[in-house]
């Protein structure tokens, strides 16, 4: 593995480490995405307000397109 692995891998365990003693509820995958958008120059603030919002709407169901009885 090479060092600049082994640093990203390194980061990734300490955000995920740190996001499981806040309670954030991020799993690795989420977590490395957002880092990722991050690096790309995307607004951290931005990404936060993002995961508020969609923790805050209720989960589709697979029928959410019929219409209402």
């Given at each position: 593995m090479t060092k600049?692995?082994?640093?990203?891998?390194?980061?990734l365990d300490l955000v995920f480490h740190m996001s499981n003693l806040l309670d954030a509820g991020l799993d690795r995958h989420?977590?490395?995405i957002l880092m990722a958008l991050c690096?790309?120059?995307v607004n951290p603030e931005?990404?936060?307000?993002v995961v508020k919002e969609l923790r805050r709407e209720p989960p589709h169901s697979p029928d959410s397109g019929a219409p209402p009885s």
């Amino acid at each position: 593995m090479t060092k600049a692995a082994r640093t990203a891998r390194d980061s990734l365990d300490l955000v995920f480490h740190m996001s499981n003693l806040l309670d954030a509820g991020l799993d690795r995958h989420t977590i490395s995405i957002l880092m990722a958008l991050c690096e790309m120059g995307v607004n951290p603030e931005s990404l936060a307000a993002v995961v508020k919002e969609l923790r805050r709407e209720p989960p589709h169901s697979p029928d959410s397109g019929a219409p209402p009885s």
